[in-house]
């Protein structure tokens, strides 16, 4: 097999270990004679796999006994519209939301389709920082505050919770969810996608405290009523069962590796590394962002300048695939480079990646 680094935004890298367990479990599950993704979703075996994942996942991050754990689908773009829907007050609400990049943007106007969207910090066409608190404008009458804690396209992370004072706070935490330790009585509500850091696509985790449940807007999809699926297990309609197992196994694997402690230091490690290579390049590489929001598993990189070259940027991601470092290429909104440093991405990964972006400039800086 040919020695690959992935650096996919999502979906992105497993840990070997997972992909090992799963490869002896596809054919025969538990000695069951069937394969995992054949296994009934009412089944004793599944039942106890759900209670498993949520019990490991409770244990990662602390979570406190009046918050409900959910698997959902319809990925975190589902949880835009089902936030509102579950969260919203009164015949029209009004919501709050920090926009600090391409899906905190995508959120909010989601949300508008559910009640009065206040946007929290001055709009702006960059998204390098997040505005001073001074700043801020919140409404005390929203129905709750919306942030997403790391902008997977922007490369922006808030690095520590707003302060919403009594206002529900709800935070998208897709890309950087389990890559730190998280204070979760701070929030009404977290919602992650798994394929960044802890699964294959398919697979949505809620965490919600029991008093933002059953309030659900009459026009909410049952599927994503959260008191609904909270009651029947995350089991109403036939759950991603597969998607379900691989986190587990996630969960799991985390557990024996250190916990999210060691996933935030292998993280802030990852990225100083990068950086460190893209600071003393003398501007042939530059980071759009500003050191003190730029995400420690997000990184946007521009070659050339501060505009980038397109030309020299298409070479690096041509030449670095066929060195087997792959998922380079930035978003298509914003160009560039991305290097996304999740939780299954190793030091020695990151080390490949370092050595070929020096080789690179000695051989192309003029």
């Known amino acids: 097999m040919a020695n690959i680094s992935c650096f996919n935004a999502g979906p992105a890298k497993m840990p070997k270990e997972v992909l090992q367990e799963a490869q002896a479990d596809l054919l025969n599950f538990q000695g069951l004679g069937m394969s995992v993704m054949e296994i009934?979703?009412?089944?004793?075996?599944?039942?106890?796999?759900?209670?498993?994942?949520?019990?490991?996942?409770?244990?990662?991050?602390?979570?406190?006994?009046?918050?409900?754990?959910?698997?959902?689908?319809?990925?975190?773009?589902?949880?835009?519209?089902?936030?509102?829907?579950?969260?919203?007050?009164?015949?029209?609400?009004?919501?709050d939301y920090f926009v600090t990049g391409t899906?905190?943007?995508?959120?909010?106007?989601?949300?508008?389709?559910?009640?009065?969207?206040?946007?929290?910090?001055?709009?702006?066409?960059?998204y390098?920082?997040?505005?001073?608190?001074?700043?801020?404008?919140?409404?005390?009458?929203?129905?709750?505050?919306?942030?997403?804690?790391?902008?997977?396209?922007?490369?922006?992370?808030?690095?520590?919770?707003?302060?919403?004072?009594?206002?529900?706070?709800?935070?998208?935490?897709?890309?950087?969810?389990?890559?730190?330790?998280?204070?979760?009585?701070k929030f009404a509500c977290i919602v992650a996608g798994a394929q960044k850091n802890f699964g294959p696509a398919g697979t949505t985790v809620a965490i919600v405290?029991?008093?933002?449940?059953?309030?659900?807007?009459?026009?909410?999809?049952?599927?994503?009523?959260?008191?609904?699926?909270?009651?029947?297990?995350?089991?109403?309609?036939?759950?991603?069962?597969?998607?379900?197992?691989?986190?587990?196994?996630?969960?799991?694997?985390?557990?024996?590796?250190?916990?999210?402690?060691?996933?935030?230091?292998?993280?802030?490690?990852?990225?100083r590394r990068v950086l460190d290579v893209v600071e003393s390049s003398g501007g042939f590489y530059v980071t759009p962002v500003q050191r003190e929001y730029q995400s420690r598993v997000n990184v946007p990189v521009l070659i050339g300048g501060p505009e980038g070259n397109k030309d020299m940027e298409a070479k690096f991601v041509e030449e670095s695939t066929a060195a087997g470092l792959i998922g380079l290429k930035g978003h298509r909104s914003v160009g560039g480079l991305r290097i996304?440093?999740?939780?299954?991405?190793?030091?020695?990964?990151?080390?490949r990646l370092v050595a070929f972006m020096k080789s690179f400039q000695a051989a192309n800086k003029k």
């Open 340 to 351: 996304s440093l999740y939780n299954a991405v190793t030091l020695e990964d990151v080390d």
């Open 103 to 126: 899906w905190s943007s995508k959120a909010a106007k989601e949300a508008e389709k559910y009640g009065k969207v206040n946007l929290v910090l001055p709009k702006t066409s960059k």
């Open 128 to 185: 390098a920082s997040i505005a001073d608190k001074s700043q801020w404008n919140l409404s005390p009458d929203a129905s709750y505050v919306y942030y997403c804690g790391n902008e997977t396209v922007h490369g922006v992370e808030f690095k520590t919770v707003p302060d919403t004072g009594d206002v529900p706070l709800v935070c998208d935490m897709s890309s950087h969810f389990l890559t730190q330790p998280v204070d979760v009585s």
């Open 209 to 271: 405290r029991e008093d933002m449940l059953g309030k659900a807007s009459p026009k909410c999809p049952i599927i994503w009523d959260f008191k609904t699926q909270a009651d029947q297990n995350s089991c109403y309609n036939t759950p991603p069962v597969f998607g379900i197992y691989m986190i587990g196994l996630v969960f799991k694997w985390l557990q024996k590796s250190g916990g999210v402690e060691e996933m935030n230091k292998q993280c802030v490690e990852k990225s």
């Open 40 to 95: 009934s979703h009412r089944s004793k075996e599944f039942t106890k796999l759900v209670l498993e994942t949520e019990a490991s996942l409770r244990s990662l991050l602390k979570v406190p006994s009046n918050y409900k754990i959910l698997f959902l689908q319809g990925g975190g773009t589902g949880m835009f519209a089902a936030v509102p829907l579950n969260l919203g007050r009164g015949e029209n609400p009004t919501f």
